[in-house]
């Protein structure tokens, strides 16, 4: 069982590019979130998909941001026209469902020049 | 809007003694989590506590849970250097229910212990 996998570890990204972040859940997890920590700071609830399905997006940013989870492959956090902002490390958590525990990637570090 | 509070927010602790970082959250759950951080890393489960009461222990640490004060405690007995890390709690909104993922984290307890 190879856990949560992210990637890339590391991406830098110039400003007004775009940044695709990868997350494949735990084998036999169906449902994944995605995490944000800036510098310094706790993690931040961006938002819980499902396959095929986003459940809650209630802290994803308006605008730049999205997410998906397709039925097949890894769930992708997409980030359109990064700014300085954007950098921090974004994690990825999955569960099996509707149960406690919540395991969590190794995370992505975007930094934004 | 859930708030979740720790402190303190930075320990420097000597080998050998022993503190408490404790957690304080603004809203009805019984679901509260405890993580380590290592610099770079990601996220390492140390205890769920999923009810009132509810004390957790393993090897020098020890985590306890009191819904109706809303309050959790992380306790370190006798520290060594190892424990030195970032330690989060976080919160589950949720109150027998299904939960949704949506953790509210503290702001991190920055742990360093010295020889």
């Known amino acids: 069982n190879a856990g949560v996998m992210q990637n890339p570890r590391h991406l830098v990204r110039r400003r007004g590019q775009e940044a695709r972040l990868r997350c494949s859940p735990m084998?036999?997890?169906?449902?994944v979130y995605w995490y944000r920590q800036l510098p310094e700071e706790g993690l931040k609830f961006m938002v819980y998909?499902?396959?095929?399905?986003?459940?809650?997006e209630s802290g994803m940013p308006k605008e730049r941001f999205s997410a998906e989870f397709p039925k097949e492959g890894p769930s992708i956090l997409r980030i359109q026209q990064v700014v300085r902002g954007d950098s921090a490390a974004y994690f990825c958590?999955?569960?099996?469902?509707?149960?406690?525990?919540?395991?969590f990637g190794s995370g992505t570090r975007l930094t934004v020049v | 809007e859930l708030k979740v509070e720790q402190n303190p927010l930075f320990l420097s602790m000597q080998e050998g003694k022993n503190y408490t970082i404790y957690c304080n959250y603004s809203t009805t759950s019984d679901r509260l989590y405890w993580y380590r951080q290592d610099p770079g890393k990601s996220l390492e489960s140390l205890f769920v506590l999923l009810s009132n009461g509810a004390v957790k222990q393993e090897g020098r640490l020890m985590a306890s849970l009191d819904t109706k004060a809303r309050l959790s405690t992380l306790h370190i007995t006798a520290a060594v250097h190892d424990l030195s890390a970032t330690y989060f709690c976080?919160?589950?909104?949720?109150?027998?229910?299904?939960?949704?993922?949506?953790?509210?984290f503290g702001q991190g307890t920055i742990l360093t212990v010295h020889p």
């Open positions: 976080a919160v589950d909104p949720t109150a027998g229910g299904t939960s949704y993922g949506k953790l509210t």
């Open positions: 958590a999955s569960s099996p469902g509707d149960s406690y525990g919540y395991t």
């Open positions: 084998k036999g997890h169906s449902h």
């Open positions: 998909l499902q396959k095929e399905n986003i459940i809650d």
